[in-house]
């Protein structure tokens, strides 16, 4: 059973930094894509960024520059660190795992963590 534990967020100033650490358990890490979504209050979920199993990374238009998505398979955990931060960043932050299967990705995601960018 895939099981995802979000930690790391909090309130900050803009231009601080933050830096999320998602712990998965019942991964493949072989297999399965690792990221992060954010939502915010009326609008939907989108993707900040998200690393394969091989390193490749993804990331939105809007945190390029800014953030850094990394993961260590060894301890099963996916990193987002957030520099320069916006107020435009503030969301609830989501661990996403994709698993690639021949016929379709099944998602798992994690119970969300609070970011707040305030002066």
């Known amino acids: 059973q895939v099981q995802l534990v979000e930690s790391g967020g909090g309130l900050v100033q803009p231009g601080g930094s933050l830096r999320l650490t998602c712990a998965a358990s019942?991964?493949?890490?072989?297999?399965?894509?690792m990221g992060w979504y954010r939502q915010a209050p009326g609008n939907e979920r989108e993707l900040v960024a998200d690393i394969t199993s091989g390193g490749s990374t993804n990331y939105a238009d809007s945190v390029k520059g800014r953030f850094t998505i990394s993961r260590d398979n060894a301890k099963n955990t996916v990193y987002l660190q957030m520099n320069s931060l916006e107020t435009e960043d503030t969301a609830v932050y989501y661990c996403?795992?994709?698993?690639?299967?021949?016929?379709?990705?099944?998602?798992?995601w994690g119970q969300g963590t609070q970011v707040t960018v305030s002066s």
């Open positions: 996403n795992v994709a698993r690639i299967l021949i016929t379709r990705t099944k998602d798992y």
């Open positions: 019942g991964i493949i890490p072989s297999i399965d894509r």
